[in-house]
Nanobody
Framework: QVQLVESGGGLVQPGGSLRLSCAAS????????MGWYRQAPGKQRELVAS?????????HYTDSVKGRFTISRDNAKNTVNLQMNSLKPEDTAVYYC?????????WGQGTQVTVSS
C-alpha cells in the first residue's frame, strides 16, 4: 500500500516562510495529480494547492494562498513540496498531501504549521 509522509512544519512568525515536503512510497506520482490539503482546528480539510501529472505540471491554488504558496513535484523522487511564504496566522493547520484525481490513499499523519507571534 502507498504510504504518505509529510514533514517540514513548525512554528513561524507572521510573514515568515516554511517549506513542506511529502514523500510517497512506490511509484505513484507519474500516474496521479497531487495536492496539499490542510485542516485547521474545528474546520474541515480543504485543498490548498494541486499540481497535475504530466509534462505540463499545471498548478492550482485556492484563493487564500494564491501568490504566497508554490507547489512543486519530483516524480523521480516521489516527492511533492509546498513552499509557503508570507505566512499568516490563518494558515495555521495540519498539512497533508494526497492525490486529487482519484480516491484518496490512506492519509499520513500530516505536519503541523503554526503561525504566531
Amino acid at each position: 500500500q502507498v504510504q504518505l509522509v509529510e514533514s517540514g512544519g513548525g512554528l513561524v512568525q507572521p510573514g515568515g516562510s516554511l517549506r513542506l515536503s511529502c514523500a510517497a512510497s512506490g511509484s505513484i506520482f507519474s500516474n496521479d495529480d497531487m495536492g496539499w490539503y490542510r485542516q485547521a482546528p474545528g474546520k474541515q480539510r480543504e485543498l490548498v494547492a494541486s499540481i497535475l501529472r504530466g509534462s505540463g505540471r499545471s498548478t492550482h491554488y485556492t484563493d487564500s494562498v494564491k501568490g504566497r504558496f508554490t507547489i512543486s513535484r519530483d516524480n523521480a523522487k516521489n516527492t511533492v513540496n509546498l513552499q509557503m511564504n508570507s505566512l499568516k496566522p490563518e494558515d495555521t493547520a495540519v498539512y497533508y498531501c494526497n492525490v486529487v484525481n482519484r480516491g484518496y490513499y490512506p492519509w499520513g499523519q500530516g505536519t503541523q504549521v503554526t503561525v504566531s507571534s
